[in-house]
């Protein structure tokens, strides 16, 4: 497993990552305009922590209507990154450069080894560091003179189920989000050399020494019924929540967890017709001097 500060193994998520760029596609192509259309003609974008490559592809395709320029890939995780160019090799044609760049995003001398950008995108990367508010600085020194910085960190969880799924207690929702709350607060405190950050990332952008630091949220909004591609993200989320709350939840909640996870069984939670993915996430941005 390459080496990650979380000791997550993010190798073995890569089809569930997939599968959440898949049909996630459309609001992250409206994510990457918003953005892009602020940068200069042929702008690089540096995607940090480009993981399965959705919103890197999502660049290369607002970058390739603007007539070109180049997307970095950035990551620690050789599986990731090859998935990465390779989503944004089939739409970037002949008007994107791509370059891949592998390397752990805490490195101090991460600038040294990749190509100043006018933009900056860290997507859930800078929660999983070691230390949040070097890490935001480390991301500031990769852009180039009123380059801009945008963090995807935090909005509202997950929601998935209904609350009442008719196995075990109803609520089954709440408590996984519960125990994924409790994971996160241990994930973080067992980082070798973690360092709190007891304030929001519009403090950490402006500390930095960004200026016109501000932020917007999106939704992600997959209603019932839903697609079979979006059944299967449930899926894929329900066994994410599983590892993460299993020695959090009870046994009536883990029981009806394996059965929404049974794909022979009855109660195959990619059999319902009344799950749906809705989620809000939050860009954080700022501009440098």
Same mark, same amino acid.
């Given at each position: 497993?390459?080496?990650?500060?979380?000791?997550?193994?993010?190798?073995?998520?890569?089809?569930?990552?997939?599968?959440?760029?898949?049909?996630?596609?459309?609001?992250?192509?409206?994510?990457?305009?918003?953005?892009?259309?602020?940068? $200069?003609?042929?702008? +690089?974008?540096?995607?940090?922590?480009? /993981?399965?490559?959705?919103?890197?592809? =999502?660049?290369?395709?607002?970058?390739?209507?603007?007539?070109?320029?180049?997307?970095?890939?950035?990551?620690?995780?050789?599986?990731? *990154? #090859?998935?990465?160019?390779?989503?944004?090799?089939?739409? #970037?044609?002949?008007?994107?450069?791509?370059?891949?760049?592998?390397?752990?995003?805490?490195? $101090? %001398?991460?600038?040294?080894?990749? $190509?100043?950008?006018? &933009?900056?995108?860290?997507?859930?990367?800078?929660?999983?560091? @070691?230390?949040?508010? *070097?890490?935001? %600085?480390?991301?500031?020194?990769?852009?180039?003179?009123?380059?801009? &910085?945008?963090?995807?960190?935090?909005?509202? +969880?997950?929601?998935? &189920?209904?609350?009442?799924?008719?196995?075990?207690? @109803?609520?089954? *929702?709440?408590?996984?989000?519960?125990? *994924?709350? =409790?994971?996160?607060?241990?994930?973080?405190?067992?980082?070798?050399?973690?360092?709190?950050?007891?304030? /929001?990332?519009?403090?950490?952008? #402006?500390?930095?020494?960004? +200026?016109?630091?501000?932020?917007?949220?999106?939704?992600?909004?997959? @209603?019932? $019924?839903?697609?079979?591609?979006?059944?299967?993200?449930?899926?894929?989320?329900? =066994?994410?929540?599983?590892?993460?709350?299993?020695?959090?939840?009870?046994?009536?909640? &883990?029981?009806?967890?394996?059965?929404?996870?049974?794909?022979?069984?009855?109660?195959?939670?990619?059999?319902?017709?009344?799950?749906?993915?809705?989620?809000?996430? +939050?860009?954080?941005?700022?501009?440098?001097?």
């Amino acid at each position: 497993m390459a080496h990650t500060h979380d000791g997550i193994d993010w190798t073995s998520r890569l089809v569930a990552m997939r599968r959440t760029d898949e049909v996630e596609a459309e609001v992250n192509c409206w994510v990457a305009d918003r953005l892009v259309d602020e940068l $200069p003609d042929g702008a +690089t974008v540096i995607d940090v922590g480009s /993981g399965s490559g959705g919103m890197s592809a =999502a660049f290369a395709a607002a970058l390739a209507v603007r007539g070109g320029g180049r997307v970095v890939l950035v990551d620690a995780v050789p599986e990731l *990154q #090859a998935a990465a160019s390779e989503a944004v090799a089939a739409v #970037a044609g002949d008007k994107v450069e791509l370059v891949a760049v592998l390397a752990d995003a805490a490195d $101090p %001398a991460l600038a040294d080894h990749v $190509p100043a950008g006018d &933009l900056v995108w860290a997507s859930r990367v800078v929660h999983h560091l @070691p230390d949040e508010r *070097q890490g935001v %600085a480390g991301l500031v020194r990769l852009l180039n003179p009123g380059g801009r &910085l945008a963090l995807a960190e935090g909005g509202l +969880t997950t929601r998935c &189920l209904p609350w009442d799924i008719g196995l075990g207690e @109803p609520g089954l *929702q709440d408590r996984l989000v519960a125990a *994924q709350t =409790a994971w996160f607060a241990d994930m973080r405190a067992g980082i070798e050399g973690v360092v709190r950050m007891p304030f /929001g990332w519009n403090r950490a952008l #402006a500390e930095a020494g960004l +200026t016109d630091v501000g932020a917007f949220s999106y939704l992600v909004d997959l @209603p019932a $019924p839903a697609s079979p591609a979006v059944r299967e993200s449930v899926a894929d989320w329900l =066994a994410w929540m599983a590892r993460v709350g299993e020695d959090r939840l009870s046994a009536s909640d &883990l029981d009806a967890l394996a059965r929404l996870m049974d794909r022979d069984g009855p109660d195959w939670v990619g059999g319902r017709d009344d799950v749906f993915v809705l989620s809000a996430n +939050t860009i954080h941005r700022g501009r440098a001097a």
